[in-house]
């Protein structure tokens, strides 16, 4: 069958529903025929609550999906759940020709080719689609999603994650949507190790980190670090922005391989990479993301 002879998107089904994919599949509701699962039960059934969708208690029931969105943590889970297990089929041997698997996961970008040419071999469609936004875009439906596949596979695509985001562009072939949003994070990572910094060292000085943000965020300074991040977990000092200092870490972890292979000399994204490491070895177990900013003022005497 030729991968371009696509099912219809009559069903839909969704794995993974923790804190991103839990509020992403809510903006599905009444698209389609909705099959979601996870291996946390309860969440599937609070899941299936909030987007009328069906709990199903395995991937086996996901047989009858035109398109299974992949929303997990990890590469090497993706990678059990499409290809497969001694213990149970992935979705490569679940699902029939003409459907399309959507890993919206950050993934490492040399698997996710993998499993496209894996998928290819079935007459099945595999793209990536990761997001940035946190649980707000997550909630909202305004998430940015960069998109590695064919033009083809992209458009047949679109309208589904047009549903879960405003942003959605295609980044290139497939691996490319993975490959920018490692690169993207390590960005922002940066961004708030160096953000943390300043603010630590302002505070030091004296200033009011109150007055100091409103000043930041109104000059050349300002970034989502400073408009989202801050307001809503740094200054309240709830320390809880909603994305675990774990998952921050790995998506470093994935750019500087990427950054690796391609030789491109990065002192600066090397000593970031180095702090989120050292950064999470100090933390507790679930440790949010801006736990790296309560690491600085400590050490700083705050």
Do not use: C
């Amino acid at each position: 069958m030729s991968q371009h002879n696509y099912k219809k998107h009559a069903t839909i089904g969704f794995v993974g529903l923790g804190t991103m994919g839990g509020r992403m599949i809510r903006n599905l509701r009444g698209y389609a025929d909705l099959l979601v699962y996870d291996v946390d039960p309860a969440r599937a059934r609070q899941a299936a609550q909030d987007a009328s969708a069906t709990a199903v208690s395995s991937l086996a029931d996901m047989a009858k999906a035109d398109i299974v969105v992949l929303m997990l943590p990890s590469s090497p889970i993706v990678d059990a759940v499409v290809r497969g297990s001694d213990q149970a089929p992935g979705l490569l041997k679940i699902l029939t020709p003409g459907s399309m698997i959507i890993d919206m996961s950050s993934s490492t970008p040399t698997h996710t080719i993998e499993n496209a040419r894996l998928a290819k071999l079935g007459g099945m469609s595999y793209i990536d689609a990761p997001v940035s936004g946190g649980p707000t875009g997550a909630e909202s439906g305004k998430l940015a999603i960069m998109v590695g596949g064919s033009v083809a596979d992209f458009e047949h695509a679109r309208p589904l994650l047009e549903r879960m985001g405003t942003s959605v562009i295609r980044a290139g072939e497939v691996g490319s949507g993975h490959a920018v949003k490692a690169l993207n994070n390590l960005l922002a990572a940066t961004i708030l190790a160096a953000t943390s910094e300043v603010f630590a060292v302002g505070e030091k000085f004296g200033l009011d980190p109150q007055v100091m943000h409103k000043i930041v965020n109104a000059s050349s300074g300002s970034s989502f670090m400073t408009q989202h991040t801050w307001p809503k977990a740094i200054l309240p000092k709830s320390w809880d922005f909603g994305f675990a200092m774990q998952l921050m870490n790995k998506d470093v972890g994935i750019a500087m391989a990427l950054i690796e292979s391609t030789g491109v000399q990065t002192i600066l994204s090397k000593a970031s990479a180095e702090m989120w490491a050292q950064g999470l070895a100090a933390a507790r177990p679930g440790a949010d993301m801006t736990e790296l900013t309560k690491q600085i003022q400590r050490d700083a005497g705050l």
